[in-house]
């Protein structure tokens, strides 16, 4: 049996980039977006999910979506910001972040595309990234914090699924 869960999930809706948002750190989720990941977050309770631990990219988007997660899954401890989740972040660096999460045995990664499905692929040992929707979590099981092997992949579900799991 694993030891270790990570949940894998990429930001929810956000606003665009543009003249209202000129840096990309800073777009917000738009409304829709909070209340589809309210529902989504809601089918993840439906699945029995548990977060020990909530990392996330600093970015404004993912910061907000992990809130929404760990409030929704009522974990305990707040989120932190990892800078190895911004886009283009290094896969070495974030298994050291997960590592250094102690005794978390059950930890979520919010990130952004690409690097959130690089890092779901170099998990499983698969080749190609996985394609992540905007909302969408998989739960990989690995057996350390800095897996010795590739891990197994659970479960990859849509928004559309989870918010068809919520009750």
Not at 98 to 115: E, N
Not at 124 to 148: H, N, S, T
């Amino acid at each position: 049996m694993a030891s270790y869960l990570i949940y894998l999930v990429r930001h929810g809706v956000a606003a665009e980039q543009g003249p209202e948002f000129p840096n990309d750190d800073d777009r917000p989720l738009t409304s829709e977006g909070i209340e589809r990941l309210r529902v989504q977050v809601l089918g993840l309770r439906a699945l029995d999910v548990r977060l020990d631990r909530v990392l996330t990219s600093p970015l404004l988007r993912a910061a907000q979506t992990a809130e929404i997660l760990a409030s929704g899954v009522r974990c305990a401890a707040p989120p932190v910001p990892v800078d190895a989740l911004r886009p283009g972040g290094r896969y070495d660096a974030l298994l050291a972040a997960v590592a250094r999460t102690g005794h978390d045995r059950s930890v979520a990664l919010v990130g952004h595309m690409p690097s959130i499905g690089e890092f779901a692929a170099r998990l499983i040992g698969a080749r190609e990234p996985l394609a992540f929707k905007k909302g969408a979590v998989c739960r990989i099981d690995v057996d350390r914090a800095m897996p010795a092997g590739p891990g197994s992949l659970r479960w990859f579900l849509t928004p559309r699924v989870l918010r068809g799991l919520a009750p």
